[in-house]
């Protein structure tokens, strides 16, 4: 948008300039040829007087040399003086030069008693020479003409040094308006869109932030205004639900640890509670993953500059023992650093490698990791019984489970949790039904920058 609109503003001066000096110039190049034309015609009317003086009529002894004195004072000028039959008078076998434009009309409009009128622009690119012709008279009779053929180049070259000039300063005006007036009032206009882009998406990522300092032209300051007070509302309405979701959890916690307590005694003496017991431990796990989804987007997470493949191995020799050697890691050895939540990583990890051992619980498991560009890919896959594609489009979903894993201990929110975790850091998950097996593939980027700017959204899922 900037270069568009500076390229708007400097063709606009452009088209200004242009309407302003091609009227000039071609002013100044009329100017120009009517000057040269009153000069020449003033000395054809001379001679032509010359000519007719009364006694020896055109053949007048002294007209020849007087024509050659001129024409070698000029140097740019040959004349000549012609009979009413358009023959040359003063110079035996001499005819006018037939090469001449227009030479032929002015002597029949001369001969006609109508003296030439001034000629059109003196452009650089035109190469004719300009012709005078006055009738030379006598009461009512014409007895004859007086041509006159003017080189233009020099009147053209001080056209053209006039046109460069005029072009050379246009350009340095155009310059100067670019860089004084035109980056200026593009940076006044642009500057605030920019901001209120990077506050929307901003909160299209799920944090809430305000453009700051209101500046630019009277509308996008009305603009920013509405998209800060949006902000401060829908920063409010999250704030809201984080408190409820607290104290809620809060006034559930309590009651819910004392009652497994009392579940946990009465399932020693008394095996039917141990059902109960189980439910209850559900319940606590679902309530601690519903307070780490009301976490998400909260300001108390920073990100750190992290090393994502040490990560990844500690979290794999935490799992291994779990797995009794059917857990397989590919990380490179190498060191992948990004700028991550610190715990981004070993909670994807711990999300996935947990529904691995659920679901998958006597396949060998494979997780593996590669730094492709300005982005990490971390890939688990099991091959257990895995899910068919529809069912792999709709694991993920909140508290969403499948009815044959109803017996297996789970709330349904562990990879929504990664998804929304994931997305926050301007990442993506995608899944899919590897046959055998589930595969998911997290990419998270290498720099801070890059949070909040993923577009490739294929959405985590978890089956438990």
Same mark, same amino acid.
Request: negative net charge; without cysteine; aromatic residues 4%.
């Given at each position: 948008?900037?270069?568009?609109?500076?390229?708007?503003?400097?063709? #606009?001066?452009?088209?200004?300039?242009?309407?302003?000096?091609?009227?000039?110039?071609?002013?100044?190049?009329?100017?120009?040829?009517?000057?040269?034309?009153?000069?020449?015609?003033?000395?054809?009317?001379? &001679?032509?007087?010359?000519?007719?003086?009364?006694?020896?009529?055109?053949?007048?002894?002294?007209?020849?040399?007087?024509?050659?004195?001129?024409?070698?004072?000029?140097?740019?000028?040959?004349?000549?003086?012609?009979?009413?039959?358009?023959?040359?008078?003063?110079?035996?076998?001499?005819?006018?030069?037939?090469?001449?434009? /227009?030479?032929?009309?002015?002597?029949?409009?001369?001969?006609?008693?109508?003296? #030439?009128?001034?000629?059109?622009?003196?452009?650089?690119?035109?190469?004719?020479?300009?012709?005078?012709?006055?009738?030379?008279?006598?009461?009512?009779?014409? %007895?004859?003409?007086?041509?006159?053929? @003017?080189?233009?180049? /020099?009147?053209?070259?001080?056209?053209?040094?006039?046109?460069?000039?005029?072009? %050379?300063?246009?350009?340095? &005006?155009? $310059?100067?308006?670019?860089?004084?007036?035109?980056?200026?009032?593009?940076?006044?206009?642009?500057?605030?869109?920019?901001?209120?882009?990077?506050?929307?998406?901003?909160?299209?990522?799920?944090?809430?932030?305000?453009?700051?300092?209101?500046?630019?032209?009277?509308?996008?300051?009305?603009?920013?205004?509405?998209?800060?007070?949006?902000?401060?509302?829908?920063?409010?309405?999250?704030?809201?639900?984080?408190?409820?979701?607290?104290?809620?959890?809060?006034?559930?916690?309590?009651?819910?640890?004392?009652?497994?307590?009392?579940?946990?005694?009465?399932?020693?003496?008394?095996?039917?509670?141990?059902?109960?017991?189980?439910? !209850? @431990?559900?319940?606590?796990?679902?309530?601690?993953?519903?307070?780490?989804?009301?976490?998400?987007?909260?300001?108390?997470?920073?990100?750190?500059? $992290?090393?994502?493949?040490?990560?990844?191995?500690?979290?794999?020799?935490?799992?291994?023992?779990?797995?009794?050697?059917?857990?397989?890691?590919?990380?490179?050895?190498?060191?992948?650093? !990004?700028?991550?939540?610190?715990?981004?990583?070993?909670?994807?990890?711990?999300?996935?490698?947990?529904?691995?051992?659920?679901?998958?619980?006597?396949?060998?498991?494979?997780?593996?990791?590669?730094?492709?560009?300005?982005?990490?890919?971390? %890939?688990?896959?099991?091959?257990?019984? /895995?899910?068919?594609?529809?069912?792999?489009?709709?694991? /993920?979903?909140? &508290?969403?489970?499948?009815?044959?894993? !109803?017996?297996?201990?789970? #709330? =349904?929110? =562990?990879?929504?949790?990664? @998804?929304?975790?994931?997305?926050?850091?301007?990442?993506?998950?995608?899944?899919?039904?590897?046959?055998?097996?589930?595969?998911?593939?997290?990419?998270?980027?290498?720099?801070? =920058?890059? !949070?909040?700017?993923?577009?490739?959204?294929?959405?985590?899922?978890?089956?438990?």
């Amino acid at each position: 948008m900037r270069r568009r609109l500076l390229v708007l503003t400097v063709t #606009t001066a452009a088209a200004v300039l242009v309407l302003l000096a091609v009227p000039l110039l071609r002013s100044y190049a009329e100017n120009r040829a009517v000057d040269l034309h009153q000069q020449r015609l003033a000395a054809a009317t001379r &001679f032509a007087a010359l000519a007719d003086d009364g006694t020896a009529g055109l053949e007048s002894p002294t007209l020849v040399s007087d024509l050659d004195r001129f024409d070698a004072v000029t140097g740019t000028t040959r004349t000549w003086v012609v009979g009413t039959d358009g023959t040359v008078v003063g110079a035996e076998d001499a005819d006018l030069p037939r090469d001449v434009a /227009g030479l032929s009309v002015a002597v029949r409009q001369a001969l006609a008693g109508t003296p #030439t009128a001034a000629p059109g622009p003196l452009w650089p690119w035109e190469r004719d020479p300009l012709v005078v012709a006055t009738p030379v008279g006598r009461d009512a009779q014409v %007895l004859g003409a007086v041509v006159m053929v @003017e080189d233009t180049g /020099g009147p053209r070259s001080e056209v053209t040094r006039v046109m460069t000039v005029v072009v %050379l300063g246009a350009v340095l &005006f155009l $310059v100067m308006v670019a860089w004084l007036v035109g980056v200026p009032l593009v940076r006044w206009i642009v500057r605030p869109v920019e901001k209120l882009e990077e506050s929307v998406n901003a909160l299209g990522q799920g944090r809430a932030t305000a453009v700051g300092r209101v500046e630019g032209p009277p509308e996008l300051r009305r603009l920013v205004q509405s998209f800060n007070a949006m902000v401060e509302d829908v920063e409010q309405a999250r704030r809201q639900q984080r408190d409820l979701v607290a104290d809620v959890s809060h006034q559930l916690a309590n009651p819910l640890t004392a009652m497994r307590l009392r579940l946990e005694e009465l399932a020693r003496e008394d095996a039917d509670a141990r059902p109960i017991l189980a439910e !209850a @431990e559900r319940m606590a796990q679902s309530l601690d993953d519903v307070i780490e989804i009301s976490r998400v987007g909260s300001l108390d997470r920073q990100p750190v500059t $992290v090393d994502v493949s040490a990560q990844l191995r500690s979290r794999v020799e935490l799992w291994e023992p779990l797995f009794a050697g059917r857990l397989s890691a590919s990380t490179g050895g190498g060191t992948i650093r !990004a700028v991550l939540e610190e715990d981004l990583v070993p909670t994807v990890v711990d999300v996935l490698l947990d529904n691995a051992a659920k679901y998958a619980p006597e396949d060998p498991v494979e997780v593996s990791l590669v730094a492709d560009g300005d982005v990490a890919r971390l %890939l688990v896959r099991d091959h257990g019984v /895995g899910v068919t594609p529809d069912e792999a489009a709709e694991v /993920g979903r909140r &508290f969403h489970r499948l009815a044959r894993h !109803a017996d297996v201990a789970g #709330t =349904g929110l =562990g990879l929504s949790i990664l @998804e929304l975790r994931v997305r926050e850091a301007g990442g993506s998950v995608r899944r899919w039904a590897a046959r055998p097996g589930l595969a998911v593939e997290v990419t998270l980027p290498l720099r801070s =920058g890059d !949070a909040g700017r993923s577009s490739t959204r294929g959405g985590a899922g978890s089956a438990g």
